[in-house]
């Protein structure tokens, strides 16, 4: 079978769309299948091209036995509501152009970027073949729950693109349970939505202790680390947890931030305005560095923005740091919330008040009974997300559509 796959995000980015359709596409690789990756030139978040790759109007390479071709696009930070639109209207019409010239069995166009399902769409009325939505993100609503946008007449505008595009994909492909239940109160037909949550590439991911010369780099040693991987966005909220962090004043526990995002400058601001001492910020590290700095970390934080919206997420970052053994210090409401309880993987405080984070942090560092429970449930949630049980699942499902 041969599967073209669209998104704008591809190793070497790392952010969680990336993972995931790298993921799966060498998962489908293993097993014989055909498949070609159309994306852009990698430059998120910080909208400079990575350096060995140009913003051409086509380029080719092969990653792990995948063909992936690259696209020229109006290439933005990851920032700005306007340039990024643009940004993400050229991948799709590029994106269109690319894959109007291959074969295909089926077309996977993936979210939250929905203009990359508008070429996935196109593409099946041009090539007359079945085509799937994968919904990552119920966007345009996600705006709307951050207030990135005012004007309400567009964002319904949006809305009536988004509902038609899922009415008119052969099969939607779910990240949650409450995306499939959203969809299907807004009259879409639920026996075309499937799900197939994230999870995480367990032969990757493995716990094998600290990394001793990260600890002694980045000056970790006898600290209570509690570390952010990701992108520091206006949905994560970072500048509010920040904001609060003086009222854990002890030295023997440290914040460590990494990535990169739109209001990163903003949460450094607030850190040296408040003074503090006990409070990192790296540069985003590459896929393959993941693991080691996750290594270094005693817990993992995984904020989002106090919305109903963010009630039907899963962080893909939960299944990373369990995999690892690391506790998750859960500010996510809903879906997440459930999970991490169902698996008694971490500790849930409320999103946006940093006075609840530090209590939890507090319960984890003079409870090492409790800690280690959640280190050793941590390992039983981790196996059943297995990244390549899921990619199997995903695979089962294109299979059955291009046959029926």
Not at 38 to 48: E, M, R, S, V
Not at 312 to 321: G, L, M
Not at 351 to 365: E, F, K, M, S, Y
């Amino acid at each position: 079978m041969k599967i073209l796959f669209l998104t704008d995000n591809f190793p070497p980015e790392v952010n969680a769309p990336a993972s995931r359709t790298y993921e799966h596409c060498l998962q489908w690789v293993k097993m014989g299948v055909d498949v070609t990756v159309i994306t852009c030139a990698p430059n998120f978040p910080q909208g400079k091209v990575y350096p060995g790759y140009r913003n051409r109007l086509k380029q080719t390479e092969t990653i792990d036995g995948i063909k992936v071709i690259r696209v020229w696009t109006y290439i933005a930070a990851n920032k700005g509501f306007l340039k990024r639109i643009l940004d993400y209207i050229s991948f799709a019409f590029t994106a269109f152009w690319a894959g109007l010239f291959l074969k295909t069995d089926v077309i996977v166009a993936t979210s939250p970027q929905f203009f990359t399902t508008w070429a996935g769409y196109a593409l099946s009325v041009f090539k007359r073949k079945p085509w799937v939505f994968e919904l990552r993100d119920l966007w345009p609503e996600t705006i709307r729950s951050v207030g990135a946008m005012s004007s309400s007449k567009v964002l319904d505008w949006l809305e009536k693109i988004e509902l038609y595009l899922y009415r008119h994909a052969d099969l939607v492909v779910a990240l949650t349970p409450a995306f499939k239940r959203n969809l299907i109160e807004r009259g879409i037909d639920g026996d075309k939505i499937t799900i197939v949550t994230n999870g995480v590439n367990l032969d990757q991911f493995q716990s094998n202790g600290k990394d001793a010369a990260l600890v002694e780099k980045l000056q970790l040693d006898q600290k209570f680390t509690v570390g952010y991987i990701g992108t520091h966005g206006v949905c994560q909220k970072l500048g509010n947890l920040v904001q609060g962090l003086d009222q854990l004043p002890d030295p023997g526990v440290q914040f460590l931030f990494i990535g990169d995002g739109a209001e990163k400058e903003e949460i450094m601001a607030i850190a040296k305005e408040k003074g503090l001492t006990n409070v990192s910020f790296l540069d985003p590290v590459s896929k393959d560095e993941v693991p080691k700095y996750w290594s270094v970390i005693d817990t993992a934080l995984v904020p989002l923005a106090k919305s109903d919206t963010f009630k039907t997420v899963i962080p893909s970052k939960i299944f990373e740091a369990v995999a690892l053994g690391k506790p998750i210090l859960l500010g996510v409401e809903g879906q997440a919330r459930e999970i991490v309880d169902q698996y008694e993987a971490g500790l849930c405080f409320e999103p946006d008040n940093p006075g609840d984070l530090i209590a939890r942090i507090n319960a984890l560092r003079e409870d090492p009974e409790l800690f280690q429970k959640i280190r050793q449930n941590c390992e039983t949630m981790a196996k059943d997300f297995d990244r390549s049980h899921l990619a199997r699942k995903m695979y089962d499902m294109l299979e059955a559509l291009v046959k029926s």
